[in-house]
């Protein structure tokens, strides 16, 4: 059955009202908006076609979303890997509570672990970001799909010119939230800095919330000084990232391979910052090893030893730096177009009106 998604009444439970947060603009509002997608703010007493859930939608409300013969179709996409996380976890166990008093849950749902499961098993198709967690979502619903990020509205320029700054400037991107992670590079950076002198430039949120987005106001500056002293801070813009990020020599993404919430995450923000034509040094997660051996580069790293020796190698040789990021830039080019984006989310839609969980156990077997 063909089906025209132009005409689908169509819900969306967004990141942010405005449709402004990252998640909104990278993920399905993009390609909605590229596809001539009409949606609206999904409303669980109203009847849709099709609603589409990103992380910050009511589980606890839509999880008992009724499934209609001709509609109610329900696409969750789940991005993070929540279900990847020890059910030991202290915060994993809270996690359900503080949703409940903090009202981002309208029923309490002590085990969030249990929640999630149940959204996947009500879900039509589930859309994440790595084999890994596909592989844990699968025993809850047979249609999972992996899309990555857009970022065509972040990368209006990239690296042209690989000559080394004095002092030496490193990059890193992101929420303000992750920072904790330079932790893990901080004995490496004061060891490279007797070498080179060296500038952490740090492109995110001036100021942010500790606790669940919005409780425990920090200073970002203060919180990243408390890790490495010499940081420059960049309010990240949209229209100004992209020129800051490319401007500096390397590009760092230091992530704690004990975390294994942390470790399963996608390989999103490398492909960010390939597109930039940055020479990228990343730990050695899943996500980021098969994206390196693909790319056919020896940047990921799985101690602070090799840390040490890729940034030092880079921070020497123009033409290390240059190939690590025209290499990282061919790969998110040719592996991860726009165009190869959007298709990947027209098939998770077209899958609601093709999909049998016959077949798609088959597939999965």
């Given at each position: 059955m063909t089906v025209d998604l132009r005409q689908l009444k169509i819900g969306y439970v967004p990141y942010?009202?405005?449709?402004?947060a990252p998640g909104d603009r990278r993920r399905f509002v993009n390609y909605a908006r590229q596809r001539g997608l009409d949606f609206e703010i999904a409303d669980p007493a109203k009847s849709y076609d099709v609603v589409v859930l990103s992380e910050r939608a009511d589980i606890s409300v839509w999880s008992r979303y009724p499934k209609g013969q001709n509609g109610g179709r329900i696409v969750y996409d789940l991005i993070d890997s929540y279900l990847a996380i020890p059910r030991t976890d202290?915060?994993?166990?809270?996690?359900?509570?503080a949703k409940f008093l903090a009202r981002q849950s309208r029923y309490?749902?002590?085990d969030h672990w249990k929640a999630i499961e149940a959204m996947c098993r009500r879900a039509d198709a589930v859309v994440c970001t790595t084999d890994e967690?596909?592989?844990?979502i699968a025993p809850h619903c047979a249609n999972v799909h992996i899309v990555l990020d857009i970022h065509s509205m972040v990368t209006r320029t990239s690296k042209q010119d690989y000559a080394a700054h004095r002092p030496l400037r490193l990059v890193w991107e992101g929420l303000p939230q992750t920072l904790p992670s330079l932790a893990v590079i901080a004995p490496v950076l004061e060891k490279l800095q007797q070498r080179f002198p060296l500038e952490l430039h740090l492109v995110t949120d001036l100021e942010y919330r500790r606790y669940l987005g919005r409780y425990g106001k920090a200073d970002t500056l203060r919180t990243a000084q408390g890790i490495f002293p010499n940081v420059q801070l960049h309010a990240w813009n949209e229209t100004t990232c992209a020129e800051i990020i490319s401007s500096c020599d390397i590009a760092v993404i230091p992530l704690d391979r004990n975390d294994p919430?942390?470790?399963?995450k996608p390989e999103n923000k490398l492909l960010l910052l390939?597109?930039?034509g940055m020479p990228t040094v990343v730990s050695a997660t899943p996500a980021y090893r098969r994206a390196m051996s693909a790319a056919g580069i020896d940047l990921a790293c799985a101690d602070t030893e090799k840390w040490q020796q890729a940034l030092e190698q880079l921070a020497q040789d123009e033409a290390a730096r240059r190939h690590a990021g025209e290499a990282g830039r061919r790969f998110a080019e040719m592996q991860h177009g726009e165009m190869q984006t959007l298709a990947r989310w027209d098939a998770v839609l077209h899958s609601l009106f093709t999909h049998t969980p016959q077949a798609a156990s088959t597939c999965a077997a």
């Amino acid at each position: 059955m063909t089906v025209d998604l132009r005409q689908l009444k169509i819900g969306y439970v967004p990141y942010s009202p405005a449709f402004d947060a990252p998640g909104d603009r990278r993920r399905f509002v993009n390609y909605a908006r590229q596809r001539g997608l009409d949606f609206e703010i999904a409303d669980p007493a109203k009847s849709y076609d099709v609603v589409v859930l990103s992380e910050r939608a009511d589980i606890s409300v839509w999880s008992r979303y009724p499934k209609g013969q001709n509609g109610g179709r329900i696409v969750y996409d789940l991005i993070d890997s929540y279900l990847a996380i020890p059910r030991t976890d202290l915060k994993g166990r809270l996690r359900g509570l503080a949703k409940f008093l903090a009202r981002q849950s309208r029923y309490l749902q002590f085990d969030h672990w249990k929640a999630i499961e149940a959204m996947c098993r009500r879900a039509d198709a589930v859309v994440c970001t790595t084999d890994e967690q596909k592989a844990d979502i699968a025993p809850h619903c047979a249609n999972v799909h992996i899309v990555l990020d857009i970022h065509s509205m972040v990368t209006r320029t990239s690296k042209q010119d690989y000559a080394a700054h004095r002092p030496l400037r490193l990059v890193w991107e992101g929420l303000p939230q992750t920072l904790p992670s330079l932790a893990v590079i901080a004995p490496v950076l004061e060891k490279l800095q007797q070498r080179f002198p060296l500038e952490l430039h740090l492109v995110t949120d001036l100021e942010y919330r500790r606790y669940l987005g919005r409780y425990g106001k920090a200073d970002t500056l203060r919180t990243a000084q408390g890790i490495f002293p010499n940081v420059q801070l960049h309010a990240w813009n949209e229209t100004t990232c992209a020129e800051i990020i490319s401007s500096c020599d390397i590009a760092v993404i230091p992530l704690d391979r004990n975390d294994p919430f942390v470790t399963g995450k996608p390989e999103n923000k490398l492909l960010l910052l390939w597109r930039l034509g940055m020479p990228t040094v990343v730990s050695a997660t899943p996500a980021y090893r098969r994206a390196m051996s693909a790319a056919g580069i020896d940047l990921a790293c799985a101690d602070t030893e090799k840390w040490q020796q890729a940034l030092e190698q880079l921070a020497q040789d123009e033409a290390a730096r240059r190939h690590a990021g025209e290499a990282g830039r061919r790969f998110a080019e040719m592996q991860h177009g726009e165009m190869q984006t959007l298709a990947r989310w027209d098939a998770v839609l077209h899958s609601l009106f093709t999909h049998t969980p016959q077949a798609a156990s088959t597939c999965a077997a």
